[in-house]
């Protein structure tokens, strides 16, 4: 039971850094990924240009948040000896990991709610900002979980892993634009290329569970806790691999349909 439930925190893990890297990424490329369309002659503003990149990333931002939830839930639950440890020890890194989400999550919601030019660069600038100091601060904290909780999680060591995860990220983020907007012609292949950086911006947890595998079998939950767990979490699992699997089929490009699912009106 204690190898199950650490498959199963190391599937949630590798899942969210697989498909939340590529909303970062997008989110930390927005201003060259703008100019980028721009050089390339593509109609509308630069502000028309983040619009369209956000919009292509939109539908997938709540799903994708929910395996971090996942994440959170699994570690505190089936690990709870780790809680004190990881949130005193990581202190630092889980404050700024809260105020990067939550700055990103609001420029997502808020760019729109005013139409005006300062306005949504303002929040887009936000949204940049917050994406950025989500992917640093991963790495830095999985660099920190690795080494035993240092004193200093914002050494050189972290800070390295942290531009690890970030370029990652952004490698993601820019195979995930080419899919979503993809043409019919090029979708196949961006959408392979896009398994390959959802298995690149993976690697840094990959590396992470490898080295504190041991660690968290040392700290897991007694065999009782596990079986009140599986419980409540198995009828769950479902859903939320089949919201997943709704989102992606839905949102897909060139899509019949699409055109119109592409732009939710919240983002």
């Not at 204690?2 to 997008?26: H, M, R, S």
């Not at 196949?188 to 398994?195: H, I, M, T, V």
């Not at 490898?210 to 968290?216: G, K, M, P, R």
């Amino acid at each position: 039971m204690e190898t199950i439930w650490l498959a199963i925190f190391a599937v949630l893990l590798i899942g969210y850094f697989a498909l939340e890297g590529f909303d970062v990424g997008v989110g930390m490329l927005l201003p060259l990924l703008s100019r980028a369309s721009e050089r390339a002659g593509e109609p509308g503003t630069a502000q028309d240009h983040r619009d369209r990149m956000v919009r292509a990333m939109a539908p997938f931002v709540l799903a994708n948040e929910v395996w971090l939830v996942a994440v959170v839930g699994t570690l505190f639950g089936a690990f709870p000896a780790l809680e004190g440890k990881v949130l005193s020890g990581l202190y630092p890194l889980v404050v700024a990991l809260l105020v990067s989400w939550i700055l990103r999550d609001a420029a997502l919601w808020f760019r729109r709610r005013i139409d005006g030019p300062a306005w949504r660069a303002a929040w887009d600038a936000l949204l940049c900002a917050g994406s950025w100091g989500l992917a640093l601060t991963w790495g830095a904290a999985l660099a920190s979980i690795v080494r035993g909780l240092p004193g200093n999680p914002f050494d050189l060591i972290g800070l390295l892993y942290g531009a690890v995860v970030a370029a990652a990220f952004a490698f993601h983020g820019r195979a995930f634009t080419a899919w979503r907007l993809s043409g019919p012609t090029e979708s196949g292949r961006a959408g392979r290329r896009l398994l390959f950086t959802a298995a690149v911006a993976a690697l840094p947890a990959i590396a992470a569970l490898i080295f504190t595998a041991a660690s968290l079998l040392d700290h897991v939950a007694p065999p009782a806790t596990l079986n009140v767990l599986s419980v409540i979490i198995l009828p769950v699992t479902p859903i939320m691999v089949g919201a997943q699997v709704w989102v992606w089929r839905t949102f897909r490009p060139n899509r019949p349909g699409a055109a119109a699912a592409r732009i939710p009106s919240f983002f």
